[in-house]
T-cell receptor
Framework: NAGVTQTPKFRVLKTGQSMTLLCAQD?????MYWYRQDPGMGLRLIHY???????AKGEVPDGYNVSRLKKQNFLLGLESAAPSQTSVYFC?????????????FGDGTRLSIL | GENVEQHPSTLSVQEGDSAVIKCTYS??????FPWYKQELGKRPQLIID?????GEKKDQRIAVTLNKTAKHFSLHITETQPEDSAVYFC????????????FGTGTRLQVTL
């Protein structure tokens, strides 16, 4: 049981390049989330999904797209990377429930945009 | 939307002393308040959480208190140890919102010998 796995762990991009970050969970969680973490700003929600085939915007969605084609996977895409997107990206997942459930995080992807 | 403020941003205590981190939230509809610990270069890990129907919860050296009227909650760590050194984040969530979390900006706790 690996939990939440993120790939890649590190990546350097040039401005204008595109890439996709992959998140996979093996806990059969319905909900999945993408956050970015910047110094002094905590974690901010980019996009989230409440189930296969569904996505929704979070607090800071601009410049990102997501897809949830399979329940266990949640992809985060950057179509045209900008230096402001340099950050550490965390994926998380949780059970679906009437009462809120804890989120379980992956190890993160450190992304640098030059 | 919800806004969570966290204080202090840094905290230094001597080993064996207690540490207290405080958070306030803005939306009275929030009813779930987890605390995460993040060591340098690692993932955030849940250490304790509390729901709005409870005023206090303890787990060994860690406790969380919640004051719904004042809309604030606090993390208490007793008998601190060097391995408690990390960044701690509070968060808040409302029912029916897919467990979305709004995080505080974090407190860097340093436990010195």
């Amino acid at each position: 049981n690996a939990g939440v796995t993120q790939t890649p762990k590190f990546r350097v991009l040039k401005t204008g390049q595109s890439m996709t970050l992959l998140c996979a969970q093996d806990m059969n969680h319905e909900y999945m989330y993408w956050y970015r973490q910047d110094p002094g700003m905590g974690l901010r929600l980019i996009h989230y999904s409440v189930g296969e085939g569904t996505t929704a915007k979070g607090e800071v969605p601009d410049g990102y797209n997501v897809s949830r084609l399979k329940k266990q996977n949640f992809l985060l895409g950057l179509e045209s990377a900008a230096p402001s997107q340099t950050s550490v990206y965390f994926c998380a997942s949780s059970y679906a429930s009437i009462s809120n459930q804890p989120q379980h995080f992956g190890d993160g992807t450190r992304l640098s945009i030059l | 939307g919800e806004n969570v403020e966290q204080h202090p941003s840094t905290l230094s205590v001597q080993e064996g002393d207690s540490a207290v981190i405080k958070c306030t939230y803005s939306d009275s509809a929030s009813n779930y308040f987890p605390w995460y610990k993040q060591e340098l270069g690692k993932r955030p890990q849940l250490i304790i959480d509390i729901r709005s129907n409870v005023g206090e919860k303890k787990d060994q050296r860690i406790a969380v208190t919640l004051n719904k009227t004042a809309k604030h909650f606090s993390l208490h760590i007793t008998e601190t140890q060097p391995e408690d050194s990390a960044v701690y984040f509070c968060a808040a969530s409302m029912a029916g919102t897919a467990s979305k979390l709004t995080f505080g900006t974090g407190t860097r706790l340093q436990v010195t010998l």
